[in-house]
């Protein structure tokens, strides 16, 4: 049975930063894909970043320079360090593991800027 745990959401006020972690089992992630993406409220799901098996990463434009994605194969964890925050980054993030035709998400983690 594939799992995708997330965890480090929360609350943080702009310009502050959280690292969410993803613990995979049930899968042969140094295989996969891994990603991250969010959902705001009345917003479709979007892409944050990903990072492939060999390390490259992409991110999406709104994030790049401030959020970083890493992956360890030997503990089979993908993190988002996420850096000054802004309001529009809050959304719940959801964790993704791909490979091809097999997909696989998290339940997801609520990430609110406020102050």
């Known amino acids: 049975q594939v799992q995708l745990v997330e965890s480090g959401g929360g609350l943080v006020q702009p310009g502050g930063s959280l690292r969410l972690s993803c613990a995979s089992s049930?899968?042969?992630?140094?295989?996969?894909?891994m990603g991250w993406y969010r959902q705001a409220p009345g917003k479709l799901r979007e892409l944050v970043a990903i990072?492939?098996?060999?390390?490259?990463?992409n991110y999406a434009d709104s994030v790049k320079g401030r959020f970083t994605i890493t992956r360890d194969n030997a503990r089979n964890t993908v993190d988002l360090q996420m850096n000054s925050l802004e309001p529009e980054d809050t959304a719940v993030y959801y964790c993704?593991?791909?490979?091809?035709?097999?997909?696989?998400w998290g339940q997801g983690t609520q990430v609110t800027v406020s102050s």
């Open positions: 049930g899968i042969i992630f140094s295989s996969y894909i």
């Open positions: 993704n593991a791909n490979l091809i035709f097999r997909n696989h």
């Open positions: 990072i492939t098996s060999s390390g490259t990463t």
